[in-house]
C-alpha cells in the first residue's frame, strides 16, 4: 500500500510541471505588453524597457520559466498589475467561495444521483427508468451558462424566491450550486444505474433472494454496497472537476470565486494573476485526484494486495 501512496503522490510532480509550462507558455504567446499595461500608454520607451528589465522581460524564455518557477515553488506567484497586491493572496482569498460552491454542487449531485441512479436500475425499463435517463440527458447536454440564466429567470426574476447573484448566505448558493452540480448529477446517475445492473445480476444477489430476504434488504446491503466503488470514484472526480470547472457559473451569478477572478484577470490583461488561478486550481484538481486515487485503493483489497 505504501508502494502505491508513494508512485500516486509523485505522479502528482509531472503533471503540475506540465500545467505550469504550458500556462506560462501561454501567457507569454499572448498578445501584449505587461510592462505597458504597469505605466500607461504616456510611458516613455525608456520607462518601458528598464521595466522590462526589472521584469525579466528580456531574459530568455527558458530562464524566465526557471526564474517563475523557482519562485512558484517559495509561494511567490508575483504582483497583481491591477491592484499590485500579490497573486498568492488574491487567488487564496477567492479559494473558499470556490470550494464552497464545489462542495454544494456535489452535495446536491449526489442527493439526485444516486437515488435516482438506483431506482432506475431497479426498474429497469419502467416509465421511472426512462424518466430517469432522459433528465440525466437533459443534465449532460444542457450549457451551465443557459442553465444558469433560466434558473435565474424562473426563481430569482419571475418568482422572487431567491437573490439572482452575488454571495450573501445560503440562499444566494442554492442556483449556483444547481447549475454547477445538473451535469455532475447527470454523470452520477448513469453511472450509479450501469454499476447496479452489473451488481444485480451476479450469483450473491440472486442467492440472498433466493434465501427469501427482504427486496430492500437485498437492493440497499448486498448490491448497492458492491456497486458503491466506481460512484465514489466518479463523485471524487467530479468535485475535482467542479473545483477547476465553475468559471463560467462563477461568472454568470457573480459568484467571488477564484474562476471569476481569472476571467476578471483575462479581462484586464493581468497575467500574474490569471498564471496563479489556473495553477492554483490545477493544483487543487490534482490533490483531489490524488484522494480519490487513495480512497480507490482503500476501498478495493485487490489494489492493496497488489501493491504489499
Known sequence: MRRYVVRRVLLVIPVMLGVSLIVFLLMHFTPGDPALLMLGERA???Q????????????????????????????????????????MTE?????PATAEL???????AVLIGVPVG???????????????MLLALLGASLPSFWLGLMLMLLFAVNLGWLPPSGRDGLSSLVLPALTLGAGAAALITRMTRS?????????YVRTARAKGLPEKTVIYSHAFRNALLPVVTVIGLQFGALLG?????ETVFAWPGAGRLAVEAIRAKDYPVVQGAVLML?????????????????????????YK
Open 245 to 249: 470547472g465553475a468559471v463560467i457559473t
Open 118 to 132: 438506483v431506482l432506475s436500475a431497479v426498474k429497469q425499463y419502467s416509465l421511472l427508468d426512462n424518466a430517469g
Open 44 to 46: 516613455t520607451e525608456e
Open 91 to 95: 487567488v487564496l482569498s477567492r479559494l
Open 282 to 306: 490545477a493544483f487543487a484538481f490534482a490533490i483531489v485526484n490524488l484522494l480519490v486515487d487513495l480512497l480507490y485503493a482503500f476501498l478495493n483489497p485487490r489494489i492493496r494486495a497488489r
Open 48 to 87: 518601458l524597457q528598464l521595466l522590462r528589465q526589472e521584469m525579466g522581460l528580456l531574459e530568455p524564455l527558458p530562464v524566465q520559466y526557471a526564474r517563475f518557477l523557482g519562485a512558484a515553488l517559495q509561494g511567490d506567484l508575483g504582483r497583481s498589475y491591477r491592484s499590485g497586491r500579490p497573486v
Open 102 to 108: 464545489a462542495v454544494a454542487a456535489v452535495v446536491i
Open 195 to 203: 454499476s447496479m445492473l452489473e451488481v444485480i445480476n451476479q450469483d
